[in-house]
Nanobody, 127 residues
Framework: QVQLVESGGGLVQVGGSLRLSCAAS????????MGWFRQAPGKEREFVAAISRGGISTYYADSVKGRFTISRDNAKNTVFLRMNTLKPEDTAVYYC????????????????????WGKGTLVTVSS
């Protein structure tokens, strides 16, 4: 069993930056593909970014490409999401996710393959 705990959310102005963190329990963090998803009010949960087990490969939704950066520190069992140039449409609850099998690319295509979810952290971008 893996527990994921997100932190770093909050209120930020348009154009500002935030860094989200997701701390994972357990000793097998480096064997999981990790990802970030978000759910805005009244909308379905959507893919944001994913990173492969070793951190070599990263994938992004078109809406955040060039503004967000996903990274991980396997020694600290933590995955990060650096968010720059934030827009009001980035307002959402952000969820950390872990996937045991398959590829990080697949995380963005099928949420049914996700094995573990965090409880989320709220990001609010004010104009």
């Amino acid at each position: 069993q893996v527990q994921l705990v997100e932190s770093g959310g909050g209120l930020v102005q348009v154009g500002g930056s935030l860094r989200l963190s997701c701390a994972a329990s357990g000793r097998t963090f480096s064997t999981y593909n990790m990802g970030w998803f978000r759910q805005a009010p009244g909308k379905e949960r959507e893919f944001v970014a994913a990173i492969s087990r070793g951190g070599i490969s990263t994938y992004y939704a078109d809406s955040v490409k060039g503004r967000f950066t996903i990274s991980r520190d396997n020694a600290k069992n933590t995955v990060f999401l650096r968010m720059n140039t934030l827009k009001p449409e980035d307002t959402a609850v952000y969820y950390c996710a872990a996937q045991i099998s398959g590829t990080a690319l697949a995380m963005g295509r099928d949420q049914n393959g996700i094995d573990y979810w965090g409880k989320g952290t709220l990001v609010t971008v004010s104009s």
